[in-house]
């Protein structure tokens, strides 16, 4: 019997206008407000409704304005050969933790590592890694770029345990007893 290897895979939304977080954060911020009022005084004439539709409008259009990426662990011998090939800066603390230079690492690892992206209907959009990827990245924030490197280090030195969901689990449980 032949064993098959699929390597890890893991996804990454990334919404392409940052406008729209801060859009969604003030009508959440006016929506809890609200809501934390009419819980109050349920004689008021709330808003909550209304605010509440606001926010999963916003929400609705982020998803439409978001592309997600499917990034692939790389074979054991390419992130071995990437990692050897960047050993750890002198006094940073989290190449240190690595055991490799984090950043300088990623500049490679994460072109090799995306297979696709999609839109929010699920169509492969065209992409190439190799001559895009770049771009992208320096146009996005701190915070988005960590994203993408969380995802890479996932799937290739992360646990690759075969998950366990306890609380699918207990919903399965309840769903035979009854």
């Known amino acids: 019997m032949t064993l098959t290897v699929k390597r890890p895979e893991t996804r990454v939304q990334f919404c392409l206008d940052g406008d729209l977080k801060a859009e969604h954060e003030a ?5 809890n407000e609200a809501r934390n ?5 349920a004689r008021l004439n709330s808003p ?38 960047h050993a750890p800066r002198e006094g940073n603390t989290l190449d240190k933790s690595y055991g490799y230079n984090v950043e300088a690492l990623m500049v490679e690892a994460l072109p090799l590592s995306i297979i696709s992206v999609e839109n929010a209907a699920g169509e492969v959009l065209p992409f190439d890694p190799a001559k895009e990827w770049d771009d992208l990245a320096d146009d996005m924030t701190n ?7 969380l995802a890479v280090m996932r799937v290739n030195a992360g646990r690759n345990d075969v998950p366990f969901s306890l609380s699918a689990f207990r919903m399965i449980q309840d769903f035979e007893q009854k």
Do not use: C, H, N
């Open 37 to 41: 009022k009419s819980l109050a005084d």
């Open 143 to 149: 915070s988005q770029y960590e994203d993408f490197v």
């Open 27 to 31: 009508a959440e911020a006016e929506f």
């Open 48 to 85: 909550v409704k209304d605010l509440a539709q606001r926010v999963a409008d916003i929400e609705a259009e982020m998803k439409g304005a978001s592309v997600t990426f499917l990034i692939r662990g790389l074979p054991r011998g390419d992130w071995s050969d990437l990692v050897a090939a």
